[in-house]
């Protein structure tokens, strides 16, 4: 091999070794019994866990329901998370908010990561 071949080879194995995923969500706020229920995909594209949820009325309770709903400080995430009313994690917002509304949500991530998510309230 020459050696730009091998310059090209580790180039692209040091660039391949830095990449990190990002997180990404789609996600709508439902309301359910007076509350604002996280529902949709949360991917992170690897292991993490998510360690928080922030809304205009403040941090959202992360909740493990298996077989009933308590408080838990982080919920893991496998590469993706499903939210929604049946599943086993769910992530609950408070504060008054209309149909169509459009809420801002700030999560953060076990590796660090924050993403920010523009999403509307459903019902």
Same mark, same amino acid.
């Given at each position: &091999?020459?050696?730009?071949?091998? @310059?090209? %080879?580790?180039?692209? %194995?040091?660039?391949?070794?830095?990449?990190?995923?990002?997180?990404?969500?789609?996600?709508?706020?439902?309301?359910?019994?007076?509350?604002?229920?996280?529902? #949709?995909?949360?991917? %992170?594209?690897?292991?993490?866990?998510?360690? #928080?949820?922030?809304?205009?009325?403040?941090?959202?309770?992360? &909740?493990?329901?298996?077989?009933?709903?308590?408080?838990?400080?982080?919920?893991?995430?496998? @590469?993706?998370?499903?939210?929604?009313?049946?599943?086993?994690? @769910?992530?609950?917002?408070? #504060?008054?908010?209309?149909?169509?509304?459009?809420? %801002?949500?700030? &999560? @953060?991530?076990?590796?660090?990561?924050?993403?920010?998510?523009?999403?509307?309230?459903?019902?």
């Amino acid at each position: &091999m020459s050696g730009r071949t091998v @310059r090209v %080879a580790l180039l692209c %194995a040091l660039m391949g070794g830095v990449t990190v995923a990002q997180p990404s969500a789609k996600v709508t706020l439902v309301t359910k019994n007076g509350v604002l229920l996280l529902s #949709g995909l949360v991917s %992170a594209g690897k292991l993490t866990t998510l360690r #928080g949820v922030w809304g205009p009325a403040g941090q959202a309770r992360l &909740m493990q329901c298996l077989p009933r709903c308590k408080v838990v400080q982080s919920i893991p995430v496998q @590469r993706q998370l499903s939210l929604n009313e049946l599943s086993g994690y @769910r992530v609950v917002l408070g #504060g008054s908010y209309t149909k169509g509304q459009k809420v %801002a949500l700030v &999560m @953060r991530f076990g590796d660090g990561q924050v993403l920010n998510v523009m999403t509307p309230v459903v019902r």
